[in-house]
């Protein structure tokens, strides 16, 4: 079901007329606008962000990684997925990887950003884009699955996002989230990536809890990397003017490859159960149950 922006009211009609209040949203450049006022500046995410990640997240090792975990985790916890909605989606790396790998899959990406929808749906014409406040999910009962990978940590009311998710996701469906773990590790890097937090495992299980769902697994990744993580962290300092933000992204390829291998490997021990107390960032997979 749709829910009107404007009167919460929900309805089923295939286009986006409320029936109650007949309120419409409009269309900007091409996709519909549920939150225009957020769409063009907010705080959350340096918005020239989107130009260098698309350039650099393809081929780099981390979300190169994430993206394989996520997939994995879809295909293990929901199988019967037909409808995907993710959450800041960004430039759509990740809903690429799930158009190639579960091509039966019916794919939306939202974005606060307008410019994020733009790269987005050139990626993947199949998929269905809007702008949106992740905080407001204009839909009820609609989803599958819900995703927002790496999304959490910049918006301040997360519970709200997560209450949103809830209400948008079909009864038996859930959610996927991976978020930065650890505050130890907060860096001037986590600050101008607009984060308001890192999060601990339990801080995020109670979180999703809290918006009524059934958490199935918290997963710790980039465990093996953790050390390197911390090292990388304490040799970039928290000095603003020494800072360079593609450090991270610009390594050399044969380094590349290493380290999506040793996450290759981290994966595999994950697939056959096992579970770290600690790593760079987290995994949580959380069902809605049904009545
Ligand atoms: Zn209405």
Known sequence: MKLCPSCRQAFDSAGWVCPRCHFEP??????????????????????????????????NFWFRS??????????????????????????????SCVNK????????????????????????????????????????????????????????????VLASMFQAVVPGGGILITVPQHQFLWTYADHFAGHVRRYSSRELREKAEKAGFRVEAVVSFVSFLLPLMLLSRLLQGNDPKKYDP???????????ILLEKILDFERLLIRFGLRMPWGGS????ARKEKK
Not at 34 to 50: T, V, W
Not at 67 to 83: E, G, H, Q, V
Not at 246 to 256: G, H, I, K, W
Not at 282 to 285: G, K, N
């Open 282 to 285: 987290l995994l949580l997979v």
């Open 101 to 160: 790998a579960f091509p039966g899959i019916k794919l939306f990406g939202s974005e606060v950003y307008q410019q994020g929808l733009h790269h987005a749906s050139k990626r993947i014409p199949v998929a269905e884009f809007f702008q949106m406040d992740a905080r407001a999910i204009p839909f009820e009962n609609h989803f599958d699955v819900i995703g927002a990978f790496d999304v959490l940590e910049h918006i301040s009311e997360d519970e709200k």
């Open 66 to 95: 994430r993206s394989k975990l996520i997939l994995w985790a879809l295909a293990r916890y929901f199988k019967n997925t037909s409808r995907f909605l993710e959450i800041g989606c960004g430039n759509g790396y990740v809903l």
């Open 26 to 59: 409009k269309k900007v450049e091409g996709f519909l606008s549920f939150a225009p006022e957020l769409a063009y500046d907010n705080d959350g995410f340096p918005s020239d962000g989107f130009d260098r990640l698309v350039r650099l997240e393809a081929g």
């Open 246 to 256: 593609e450090a991270e992204l610009r390594l050399n390829p044969v380094m590349n």
